[in-house]
């Protein structure tokens, strides 16, 4: 079981990541070349294809507002659902909106991206490298 760390007013994280997300979307978007209508077909085309729902109530496809409301920081009512987040990193291939909200809970969590998980498994396997070494070295000195 772990226990609670106590941290000051000014180190407490920061879990109302809606803005941030949106405008990180909005970035996204842009840097993609797509018009925002565009981008509306690739979420739906993709959501039809993994089966994923990107809106509730009665919406059978994500409109245009829908999506223009998503990419509003100033839009706090509507963000898009896990599941839509989750789709929308995967069509437009950038972790950047699940790495804001890791992020946001102040435990130094973070999205690693396949280059960054290869790097991260090398470095565990030097680490662990170096502690097999000692061990064969202090094998060897009692023989």
């Known amino acids: 079981m772990t226990t609670a760390t106590r941290r000051s007013l000014l180190d407490l994280p920061s879990l109302n990541t809606d803005a941030d997300i949106a405008a990180s979307m909005a970035r996204i978007v842009e840097a993609s070349g797509l018009s925002r209508a565009a981008a509306v077909d690739r979420l739906n085309e993709a959501a039809r294809r993994y089966g994923v729902r990107l809106c509730g109530g009665n919406a059978e496809a994500l409109t245009l507002a829908t999506l223009e409301k998503w990419l509003n920081p100033n839009e706090s009512k509507n963000v898009p659902s896990t599941r839509a987040l989750n789709l929308?990193?995967?069509?437009?291939?950038?972790?950047?909106?699940?790495?804001?909200l890791a992020k946001s809970h102040g435990h130094g969590w973070r999205v690693v991206d396949g280059e960054d998980a290869r790097l991260l498994e090398w470095a565990r396997t030097e680490r662990e490298i170096k502690r097999l070494r000692a061990r064969k070295r202090r094998i060897e000195t009692e023989l």
């Not at 929308?88 to 804001?100: A, M, N, Q, R, T």
């Open 88 to 100: 929308f990193c995967h069509v437009f291939g950038s972790p950047e909106p699940l790495d804001l």
